[in-house]
């Protein structure tokens, strides 16, 4: 089966979507990468969401690579995250689903060749997602945006 362009981008943004959800459990649980990409692959990743009607499935390549990236590369992603916060609002004291997401986004940024703007429309709508009604999906743009001067000033 060959996949459209458009099939291939969806199952893309369903890959971030559930890297998210997975580095947030793995910070509540403690778990380790590996046990949490085997569950999402075998209970989760295979699950499909629908969207204006069609069933998508995300990209388990994606998803591995977010994940293992973002696991290997927390401290430079947190540091960098960090530096792009106001002083008050340090990584510790954000929403964990805020922090799961710029740890994603940060691996995504930094360790693949994706262009810095569509990390961040992907991870802006990934905040839309989790957080429909707030102000959060301006305040990643803004985040993102810093991060990505930061990881690829050439980029932009």
């Known amino acids: 089966m060959t996949l459209s362009g458009n099939q291939k981008r969806k199952m893309k943004s369903a890959a971030r979507l559930y890297a998210v959800q997975a580095l947030f459990q793995m910070e509540h649980s403690g778990q380790t990468v590996q046990v949490v990409i085997n569950e999402f692959e075998d209970h ?23 994940m293992e990236n973002a696991v290997n590369y927390q401290a430079p992603i947190d540091q960098m995250t960090d530096r792009a916060l106001v002083a008050k609002w340090p990584l510790g004291r954000i929403d964990p689903t805020l922090r799961a997401l710029f740890r994603a986004a940060g691996a ?11 990390v961040i429309s992907e991870f802006v709508d990934v905040a839309r997602a989790f957080f429909p009604e707030g ?17 690829k000033p050439e980029g932009l």
């Open 44 to 66: 989760r990743f295979g699950a499909t969401y629908e969207e204006e009607g069609e069933m998508i499935e995300g990209d388990p390549t994606l998803f591995a690579e977010l």
């Open 108 to 118: 995504e940024m930094t360790q693949s060749n994706t262009p810095p703007k569509v």
């Open 135 to 151: 102000k959060e999906a301006s305040f990643v743009n803004a985040v993102l945006d810093h991060m990505a001067h930061e990881a």
